[in-house]
């Protein structure tokens, strides 16, 4: 065998690159890659990115970063199939990310991965591609564009694929695609009302003929979402008068009535807000007089709080400055729903439930009808609210309401006063004005009005007033009916009652206090124990309702606050005597007061004129009475658990209001009548004082010794026969407003006060046409009872001041 000669391996040429093997660990690297011109190189680098994209969404952000979309883009029409598979997989799984989905939107890539879809391609190719715009679909450009580039056509075909993955991507893409196809119609309609808060875009649908457009889809329309932005539209458009004006002549109204009675809460809503919006035109106003308000009230009893709160608001608006609309809800049984709706957990539908209430309530009829739902107990909880829009119309409607007693009554027991003066301190305007009307009304009684200084009124009013930001009128009218209608307080607080306050029973004189303290109530000051303080004046002619009865020896009087315990035939005897006695003097310490009157006690009485009883007897019953009477003051003092407290009866005041309604009320000479009552007060009242003997006027002692009999400091003005300027003051004030003369109460400093007078100068009547202003008198009831003095003269001077 010949010797085997070895082959020599022929070098590779020299103009050819000898292969290279590289191992990247870098992605940028990788991505580098996507730019080679060799099909295998671009096919590793892309196997190896979408094992790269696989591992979670940061990597797609680093790949994104990189740059590796755009050049991935171009390998989707790659000659090479391995290429453009390998292309396709990757922005499969890239397409999930949002960054990675707008740039594609930019690149316009669509039509690329739909390319993918014909029927030649790979199950493989298939599959990704039909990933990557399922995805892409999820957004709205994205849809236009698979549907601009004829994409719903090869993904329908798709559905018929034997692979499951395919199927599912194709079937995902189509559901998304369809879903815009449902109706652009309802963000369309979302997107006009929006437009419509920009005043020119406004303009430009007006002139467009847009309205019209939005009408007629939210009259023939049934899709709710439809109607209900069709409404929304409607209800922001309104709020421009032409518009309003062309809804109104389109007949609008009837579109968003047929709307209320929708299935859709948020249709019913979106109606109801735009018939408020409508409410501004009159002509709408009285359309829903017939047509809108029962379907409005029947929303109230909904069970979604959004709704009942729009429904409220219409009705607010339909019945502001509207007697029809409001007389419309009462029609259709509207006060119950609406006085349910002040429960609310919405404060908005709270506010406006209120405000309908208060808009009826300026109708008398509607108000008692009201009034008859228990009203007055359902505002307590507006009052308490923390929302200053609840708490300002919940005010206003007390102020519109509680305008008889029984109102106030009720308000005042279910504990609305509190809250209601709480709100005088609000820092807002609104508030604080609705309140202080709410007061002002409230007050108009003298119950209520006393409860409200209780709980501090008076007293947040007068600091409210020194502010000139914070006050207004209605805090200053408050201010002014609280008093007018608690005098005992507004005497203490002013020191001045006009002619116009009218003294009635009940009223007490405290005396000046100092500030800052408050005045007690009289049963108060009634229950405490006899001090050296002054006597408080009390003025009472009301006997309690139920007395107790005689005792055996068939007494007809007792003291104890000077409160008869007689029988009515008693009282009558008592004012006989006292009649035919005429207008003597009850100075004469030796008389003694007819049977059912008491007097101080003088310690040198002597027998009474005409009396058949011994002075034995009468000292025995003096001591029985004065063992008795401590049992009896407490007794009638505290009352009964059972019975409603009294203030104390002075009959004695009761006589002297039948003398003067029978001698002197009769005068029809105003000057003489008022002469004629000074000489009447100055008589009961220990008779005329001339100035030099004032000092020797023992009043102090006789106030001593009935604050002592009567175990109080409360004394009636009747039990005192010794009286110092106040006391006849009072008395004189009191006398004359039970008969109709007209006169002011004035206190003055140490001790003073007086009574002042208007009477015309009689030697100008007549003389001219044009009558002079009266000139104002002050009444002499000490140094010459009777004597008229002018208010600027001298001896007016002395007589406040000496």
Not at 558 to 563: E, M, N, S, T, W
Not at 591 to 614: D, F, I, Q
Request: with cysteine; charged share 25%.
């Amino acid at each position: 065998m010949g010797k085997k000669i070895k082959k020599e391996v022929e070098p590779p040429p020299k103009d050819v690159f000898d292969p290279v093997t590289i191992e990247s660990k870098k992605a940028a690297t990788v991505v580098l890659m996507l730019n080679s011109p060799e099909e295998e190189i671009l096919a590793k680098a892309c196997e190896a990115i979408y094992r790269f994209a696989l591992k979670g969404e940061e990597n797609k952000a680093t790949l994104l970063e990189l740059g590796a979309v755009e050049p991935l883009t171009k390998l989707l029409t790659h000659e090479d199939k391995i290429v453009r598979r390998n292309a396709t997989m990757i922005f499969g799984i890239l397409a999930s990310n949002n960054d990675v989905k707008k740039l594609l939107r930019e690149l316009d890539v669509m039509n690329s991965v739909i390319a993918q879809l014909a029927p030649e391609e790979e199950v493989v190719i298939h599959e990704f591609a039909s990933l990557c715009l399922a995805n892409l679909s999820a957004e709205y450009t994205s849809k236009v564009q698979i549907f601009e580039n004829g994409g719903l056509e090869p993904l329908i075909r798709l559905l018929a694929s034997p692979d499951p993955d395919v199927k599912k991507n194709s079937l995902e893409c189509i559901y998304n695609l369809v879903q815009e196809l449902n109706d652009l119609h309802i963000e369309a309609l979302s997107v006009i009302a929006n437009c419509l808060e920009d005043m020119d875009t406004l303009v430009l649908i007006q002139q467009t003929g847009g309205l019209k457009k939005l009408l007629s889809f939210a009259e023939n329309s049934t899709i709710p979402d439809i109607q209900k932005n069709a409404a929304k539209a409607i209800t922001k458009a309104a709020y421009d008068p032409e518009n309003r004006k062309l809804f109104h002549e389109q007949e609008v109204e009837k579109c968003l009535v047929a709307l209320l009675g929708s299935e859709n809460d948020g249709t019913k809503i979106a109606a109801s807000q735009a018939i408020s919006a409508m409410c501004e035109n009159t002509g709408s106003k009285e359309f829903f007089n017939n047509q809108g308000i029962p379907q409005l009230i029947l929303l109230l009893k909904s069970d979604s709080e959004e709704v009942r709160e729009a429904a409220s608001l219409a009705l607010a608006n339909l019945t502001t400055c509207n007697t029809a609309n409001a007389n419309a809800v009462a029609e259709a049984d509207g006060i119950d729903p609406l006085i349910n709706t002040l429960s609310s957990k919405r404060d908005g539908a709270v506010a406006n439930a209120a405000m309908v209430l208060a808009n009826m309530a300026m109708q008398e009829p509607l108000r008692v009808n009201i009034q008859n739902h228990d009203v007055m107990r359902a505002l307590v909880c507006p009052l308490r609210s923390a929302n200053p829009v609840v708490q300002s119309k919940a005010a206003l409607t007390v102020a519109a309401t509680a305008c008889d007693v029984e109102a106030r009554t009720e308000l005042r027991n279910s504990g609305g006063l509190e809250p209601l003066v709480e709100l005088l301190r609000s820092k807002k305007d609104e508030v604080r004005r609705h309140a202080s009307w709410a007061v002002m009304v409230c007050a108009n009684d003298e119950p209520t009005a006393v409860e409200l200084c209780k709980l501090g009124a008076l007293d947040i009013l007068e600091e409210v007033n020194l502010s000139v930001s914070r006050k207004n009128k209605f805090s200053e009218a408050a201010y002014n009916k609280l008093l007018n209608n608690n005098l005992s307080l507004k005497y203490n607080v002013t020191g001045y009652l006009s002619p116009s306050n009218i003294i009635s029973d009940g009223f007490y004189d405290y005396g000046q206090i100092n500030p800052g303290t408050k005045l007690l109530p009289l049963k108060d000051l009634c229950l405490q124990d006899p001090s050296d303080q002054r006597a408080v004046l009390l003025v009472n002619s009301k006997a309690p309702d139920v007395l107790p009865p005689p005792s055996t020896e068939d007494k007809s009087s007792d003291v104890g606050y000077g409160r008869s315990i007689s029988s009515s035939s008693s009282l009558r005897k008592a004012s006989k005597e006292k009649t035919n006695t005429g207008f003597g003097s009850p100075t004469e310490e030796k008389s003694e007061p007819p049977s059912g009157r008491n007097t101080a006690v003088s310690k040198g009485a002597t027998k009474e004129k005409g009396s058949r009883k011994s002075r034995g007897k009468k000292e025995e019953e003096k001591v029985k009475e004065e063992e008795e009477a401590p049992t009896l003051v407490k007794l009638m003092a505290e009352g009964s658990p059972d019975k409603e407290w009294h203030p104390p009866f002075d009959p004695d005041f009761c006589v002297y209001v039948s003398e003067v309604t029978k001698s002197i009320a009769p005068i029809t000479n105003i000057k003489e009548q008022i002469e004629v009552l000074a000489k009447y007060v100055a008589e009961k009242m220990g008779g005329k004082v001339p100035k030099e003997k004032l000092p020797d006027f023992s009043w102090e002692l006789h106030i001593s010794e009935l604050k002592f009999q009567l175990k109080s400091n409360v004394i009636p003005i009747g039990q005192i026969k010794k009286g110092i300027f106040y006391h006849r003051a009072l008395l004189f004030k009191a006398l004359a407003d039970k008969i109709g003369i007209g006169c002011s109460l004035v206190r003055g400093e140490y001790g003073r006060a007086w009574n002042e007078v208007k009477l015309m100068n009689a030697s100008c009547k007549g003389l001219t046409r044009v009558h002079p202003p009266p000139e104002v008198y002050m009444v002499d009831l000490m140094f010459h009872p009777g004597g008229l003095m002018k208010l600027r003269s001298k001896e007016a001077d002395l007589y406040r001041y000496l």
